[in-house]
């Protein structure tokens, strides 16, 4: 007979970690369990960011991504004080380098407004006392943006996940889901043997894989997730004080990436990136990177192709300046000139898990699908690891009220 949990969480990312443990803190009495295939947690999106605690600038008021944003950053920095993370609040500059970029710029000032985030315009001769080595004609800096390293973070609520009684089982990959009335048998593979376990309710935070768990148990959904690239360089090691905060470029509103940025890195270093390439391998992260099981099931899906019709002209200008240097150079030249060719070394890439509808929507904010005894994220864009607190949170309530049960929110600003 299979062991019975009350709650699996399939995917170690901070999205899934967070969520186990706050589901722990909720009912203490409740046997929660987390799988995760590789061998170690966080080693996918949550290990290949920018560790970047963002305050919310970009999002429409309203939207998960803003209410859930302006929540994770107060709940990520409290969680780095008590446990001591290490974390830094350097603030954010974005730098407008011609007249288009500071009419976009203005439109920025005025959603942090709306969005309530304390932020500071600055002209040209204001932004080079702060920034000598960046050139531009204004900016606005974001005083409550800050830098952590995320797979840290999720290794601590790992631990307090496991001290309140949580079980992770690592290097265990889900092959088969199937739902009864009763619960949701769940097929594993660990090594070269196969075993089953029983789920009373599964939640599956899979970022790369989302799709492929709700086909699993025959959930009807209109996405797939396409793999983005993000390519990144590091700085040598004499440029770690070229900049005071991170840079970022005012981005275009009609493209869904926010362009090639400087980011000071909690361990000192600084990097350049990233940009957004199609990705032809869901876990690829090196260099060249093919999987024909991937690329098959991408080329069959309809949305692709309208999307990448959407964005052509981006998609072959990123696409370009992967494979050509200069041209990635360039991007960071317009506000840091002094950076050369020769200093961009090597950093590992990251991979975007983004969801794309079958009419070639981009999904910009969360998105969930469930059964009667499962829920399912679907779409966890960035900020996720900003807000992978209050998501846990949120995910929590969603199947406390599909189960029916009467139980308060975890306090995670107390449990931090």
């Known amino acids: 007979m299979s062991k019975v949990y009350d709650y699996v969480i399939v995917g170690g990312g901070i999205v899934g970690v967070s969520t186990a443990w706050q589901l722990k803190q909720r009912f203490p009495e409740k046997s929660v369990l987390v799988i995760e295939k590789e061998g170690g947690l966080s080693t996918h999106q949550t290990g290949h960011n920018s560790g970047v605690i963002h305050a919310g600038v970009y999002y429409a008021p309203g939207s998960l991504k803003a209410k859930f944003c302006k929540a994770g950053l107060e709940a990520t920095v409290a969680f780095c004080k008590k446990h001591d993370i290490a974390m830094e609040n350097c603030g954010k500059l974005l730098v407008a380098t011609n007249a288009v970029e500071l009419e976009r710029m203005e439109a920025l000032y005025q959603r942090c ?3 309530g985030i304390e932020v500071e315009r600055l002209d040209q001769y204001e932004l080079k006392a702060k920034e000598p080595n960046i050139v531009g004609l204004g900016a606005l800096l974001v005083h409550t943006t800050s830098i952590v ?3 840290r973070v999720t290794e601590k609520m790992a631990e307090e996940f496991t001290a309140l009684g949580g079980e992770v089982l690592m290097n265990t990959c889900v092959t ?3 739902e009864s009335a009763d619960a949701v048998s769940v097929t594993c593979r660990a090594d070269s043997s196969e075993f089953t376990l029983s789920a009373k309710f599964l939640i599956t935070c899979s970022g790369l894989m989302a799709d492929r768990t709700t086909k699993m148990l025959g959930i009807k959904t209109d996405f797939q997730i396409i793999p983005y690239r993000g390519e990144y360089y590091r700085l040598p090691e004499k440029y770690n004080d070229i900049v005071n905060h991170l840079i970022y470029p005012i981005p275009d509103p009609d493209l869904p990436f926010l362009g090639v940025h400087l980011t000071r890195m909690i361990d000192g270093s600084v990097t350049v990136g990233p940009n957004a390439v199609q990705g032809w391998k ?4 090196g260099r060249i990177n093919f999987s024909m099981k991937d690329t098959a099931e991408m080329l069959r899906f309809g949305g ?5 019709r959407q964005h052509l002209k981006s998609g072959l200008r990123e696409t370009l300046n992967s494979w050509w240097k ?3 150079l360039k991007l960071v030249n317009k506000y840091c000139p002094q950076i050369k060719l020769e200093d961009l070394q090597p950093y590992p890439a990251g991979i975007r898990a983004q969801a794309v509808l079958k009419d070639g929507t981009l999904v910009h904010d969360f998105l969930f699908a469930d059964s009667p005894r499962s829920l399912h994220v679907c779409n966890a ?3 996720a690891a900003t807000s992978a607190m209050p998501i846990g949170d949120y995910i929590c309530q969603k199947v406390v009220e599909k189960q ?3 139980t308060p929110s975890a306090d995670t600003s107390q449990a931090a």
């Open 326 to 328: 200069p041209g990635y």
């Open 381 to 383: 864009p960035s900020p």
């Open 304 to 308: 692709f192709w309208k999307v990448t």
């Open 176 to 178: 088969a889901l199937n």
């Open 282 to 285: 869901r876990e690829g992260y």
């Open 113 to 115: 407004h709306e969005n």
């Open 404 to 406: 029916g049960l009467d």
């Open 149 to 151: 390293n995320y797979r």
